[in-house]
């Protein structure tokens, strides 16, 4: 019965492991392989293959890491197929590698051990759970060398001393099978307790044991600097100075030897897991001249470094518009968004990124993010999606913009600085990734008057009446303004610098050469970077009020075990891809032994939602259309995006179901079901979906009419261009488009790739689209591919990837 109930299962439910292995054999047999089980399964009527679905199945070789096996068996599997039908297939293809592929695994390993950092005299416990078609057995190993001693699942050192920090892995054994767990790292701190100072548990929050020290050095002698916090898993480490990453400073200690009087400064560290970031005290350090004559030498040094500027808070709000519902849809603002991002919070910032926007939703968010404004803070608004510019004034186009639309209907960028400036802030930078074409619809001329201040930075993604550039690829690149920005924007330098520099680049590039320039405006006078110190001002109180509402965007639901009455066991987690787009994810723990199948799922959402019911609970992230956060989720699970959380009016409420078979309840699954409530997570907490109560962002710019009163609009075509080029391998040949509007860009992973298939080194330019926006699909009709990138490093990578090659060379060694 166990052997039918898992051939009834769809393939598009194998696990990736299966998945990864049973295409390696199916690509790389030229008789036995992929194209000759489409032959096969195409004269089977039920999953018919034709002969346009071997041709997009064998385009996947053009791809990066492509796999044709993988598309047939992706269109087996929405077709129906079942592991018993593949199981039938390969027999007849004759290829036994295939078949061993798909036989059950006799152990498998459920609960990995999880790293981690402890005081020294606590206790140590790492766990390893697995199951076996017979007994398991363990045996913990540290390095390389046995731990005497250990043979059960849970290693537990009581109390952990400095001298058992390092890597453990366990050995799980099962008859003649045995499996490795991944490895665990133990970090031991030294931390001397004062009386009645304690430090409990080490799961759920950080907890910064260890502060680094103001130094006073010599040039010539070596700088160290130590902090350390709690948690498990291991927190990871980034050093800074002067607000900037320091590169390749990523461990508790940073260790700078022969310091030079150029690396005096502000010292501190940032300390994050996948939930939460701290960061350490910031401390001085001073570097003296040591050949200074009774320190006249070194005073003058001191005092001839130029004043330090600060920012008393950097804040920034990022929005990427792209499913517009009366426009031409677009995909490439979303990745822009995600880099930006990641990049502005190494440099501090408090970042909010939003997807889709409507008009209300923006303009609520800007008023989210104008309380946050105070003296002297830094300020940085990014916008992505359809936009215009009339009169010197720009327009951020909302989602549900109609067509045409008008100023009423959109945000004006220059309404917004306006507000900026009353709060006196100390920078205000505006980069505007959106065409800047003459709206012929709107002949409104807001009136708005701006005061002479010296704090104002403009960056255009294009030149005045002109249009932004993207790039059409096989799969997500940057548009042509972020592509240059984002490899510049940790530059220590003034920010007028950083996008001179941008400018330059851009101008360098062959695709947009003469099409697309950098605008930049500016009345900065001082030499303001994005790089600043914070130093809190006179209204830290008030300021740090405001940011704590800010910071709900921020805020996850805590992640949870859920048991149920038949004895399964199952962890629900949360992960955030976007301040509005939540991720969750389903892991069964634990199930009864008597259970031969066992399922979980989650159900049930909220219209005021965008969860798309054909992408819940996938295999794979990818398959959801998570695919930022894609190698930083944990694995084995089913994966579902929510997105639009700003529409979200009550509490999170949604159903896991559990399904089980029996062994002895014949075919019969029994069903479960647990009602979850986790609140209002990330945007949800701000309520952007409310009335425009305050109406900040309309009030100063002046309309002929208000967005409830708009006058009726003609099914004309929204403005903006009405053309494309195309660039074939450095051929320019254009083409004549009705009713285009702004369109947009993705992230530069494949576009040494594309070079190198079209056997050409301007392939990479073969669809470059004006006017910024126009998503890219494979002949899936699906998106091409993954970027693979990591929102979050993996800990200690360098470290345990030479430690595996060590320990199983030292495994061959002894069984010779």
């Known amino acids: 019965m166990s052997e039918s109930l898992e051939r009834s299962t769809n393939i598009s439910l194998f696990r990736e492991p299966v998945v990864k292995k049973l295409c390696e054999v199916l690509d790389k047999s030229s008789n036995k392989g992929w194209r000759k089980l489409g032959d096969i399964v195409s004269s089977d009527r039920r999953f018919k293959?034709?002969?346009?679905?071997?041709?997009?199945?064998?385009?996947k070789v053009l791809e990066l890491e492509g796999s044709p096996s993988r598309m047939l068996l992706r269109l087996m599997g929405e077709r129906g197929c079942t592991t018993g039908h593949l199981i039938d297939y390969l027999h007849t293809l004759g290829n036994s590698e295939a078949l061993q592929c798909l036989k059950p695994s006799a152990l498998q390993i459920l609960i990995q051990p999880q790293s981690v950092a402890l005081v020294a005299g606590h206790n140590l416990r790492l766990s390893c759970h697995a199951v076996g078609k017979s007994p398991v057995q363990y045996q913990w190993f540290k390095t390389k060398e046995e731990v005497p001693n250990n043979s059960s699942p849970d290693l537990v050192i009581s109390p952990v001393h400095l001298k058992d920090a390092g890597f453990y892995i366990c050995r799980v054994n099962c008859g003649d099978t045995f499996e490795f767990s991944q490895w665990a790292q133990v970090d031991v701190l030294n931390v001397a307790v004062s009386c009645g100072q304690s430090y409990h548990s080490l799961e759920g929050r950080l907890k910064l044991v260890i502060q680094p020290q103001s130094q006073r050095l010599h040039v010539g002698e070596n700088l160290l600097l130590e902090c350390g916090a709690m948690g498990r898993p291991i927190p990871r480490y980034q050093w800074h100075r002067n607000g900037v990453p320091i590169p390749n400073a990523s461990k508790r200690k940073l260790l700078i030897p022969h310091v030079m009087q150029d690396q005096h400064g502000r010292y501190r560290c940032e300390i994050s897991s996948s939930t939460e970031r701290m960061w350490t005290n910031e401390v001085d350090i001073v570097i003296d001249d040591v050949y200074a004559i009774g320190g006249g030498s070194s005073e003058f040094f001191l005092n001839s470094i130029p004043e330090q500027l600060y920012a008393t808070d950097k804040v920034a709000l990022l929005i990427g518009n792209l499913s517009y519902q009366n426009h031409p849809q677009l995909k490439a603002p979303m990745v822009d968004v995600y880099d930006l991002t990641n990049l502005l919070r190494q440099l501090n910032f408090q970042v909010v990124s939003l997807l889709d926007l409507t008009e209300s939703e923006m303009r609520n968010a800007v008023d989210e993010f104008l309380l946050l404004l105070h003296k002297g803070v830094y300020g940085l608004l990014y916008y992505a999606g359809h936009g215009y510019e009339n009169y010197g004034n720009s327009f951020m186009v909302p989602v549900d913009a109609p067509n045409p639309y008008r100023s009423a209907n959109c945000l004006c960028v220059q309404s917004i600085l306006k507000l900026m400036q009353e709060k006196e802030t100390g920078l205000n930078v505006f980069l505007l990734d959106m065409c800047r074409k003459r709206n012929i619809h709107d002949e409104s001329t807001p009136n708005i008057v701006l005061r002479v201040t010296a704090n104002i930075v403009f960056g255009y993604a294009t030149c005045q009446d002109a249009e932004a550039f993207e790039l059409s690829s096989s799969g997500f690149t940057n548009g042509v303004f972020v592509k240059f920005l984002k490899k510049r924007l940790l530059d220590d330098e003034k920010i007028t610098v950083v996008l001179d520099r941008v400018a330059e680049d851009m101008g360098q590039f062959d695709a947009t050469k003469g099409k697309q320039a950098l605008e930049i405006r500016s009345s900065l006078s001082e030499r303001r970077a994005?790089?600043?110190?914070?130093?809190?001002?006179?209204?830290?109180?008030l300021a740090h009020a405001h940011s704590r509402q800010w910071a709900k965007a921020h805020e996850l639901p805590e992640s949870m075990c859920l048991n149920f009455d038949c004895g399964a066991q199952i962890k629900l987690g949360f992960a955030a891809e976007f301040s509005n787009v939540l991720v969750i994810y389903t892991h069964i723990v634990k199930k009864p032994e008597d259970m031969s199948l066992c399922q979980a799922h989650v159900t049930d959402f909220s219209q005021d939602l965008d969860v798309d019911p054909k992408e819940m609970n996938r295999e794979t992230p990818e398959e959801t259309g998570?695919?930022?956060l894609s190698s930083s989720l944990p694995q084995h699970c089913l994966y579902t995006r929510v997105s639009s959380l700003q529409k979200l009016r009550e509490e999170l409420v949604f159903t896991v179901c559990l399904q089980g078979t029996f062994t002895a309840m014949d075919d019969d699954p029994v069903h479960w079901t647990k009602s979850i409530n986790i609140g209002k997570p990330l945007i949800a907490r701000l309520d952007l979906h409310r009335a425009m109560r305050r109406n900040s962002c309309l009030k100063t710019c002046l309309m002929p009419h208000s967005p409830s009163h708009s006058p009726c609009?003609?099914?004309?075509?929204?403005?903006?261009?009405?053309?494309?080029?195309?660039?074939?391998?450095?051929?320019?040949?254009?083409?004549?488009?009705?009713?285009?509007?702004?369109?947009?860009h993705y992230l530069d992973v494949y576009e040494h790739l594309q070079g190198a298939v079209g056997g050409c080194g301007?392939?990479?330019?073969?669809?470059?689209?004006?006017?910024?926006?126009?998503?890219?699909?494979?002949?899936?009709?699906g998106l091409s591919s993954s970027p693979g990138r990591l929102s979050i490093p993996i800990e200690a990578s360098d470290d345990i990837?030479?430690?595996?090659?060590?320990?199983?060379n030292s495994l061959q060694l002894q069984q010779q």
Request: proline residues 8%; charged residues 15%.
């Open 713 to 744: 609009h003609s099914p004309c075509h929204s403005p903006g261009p009405e053309h494309r080029l195309h660039l074939h391998h450095g051929a320019h040949q254009a083409q004549d488009y009705s009713r285009l509007s702004p369109q947009h």
């Open 626 to 628: 998570i695919y930022f």
């Open 801 to 808: 990837t030479e430690l595996q090659t060590v320990f199983i």
């Open 762 to 781: 301007d392939s990479y330019y073969e669809n470059l689209s004006q006017s910024r926006y126009e998503p890219a699909y494979d002949s899936a009709g």
């Open 530 to 541: 994005l790089t600043d110190p914070i130093l809190p001002g006179d209204s830290a109180d």
């Open 49 to 59: 293959v034709s002969s346009n679905d071997m041709e997009m199945c064998s385009l």
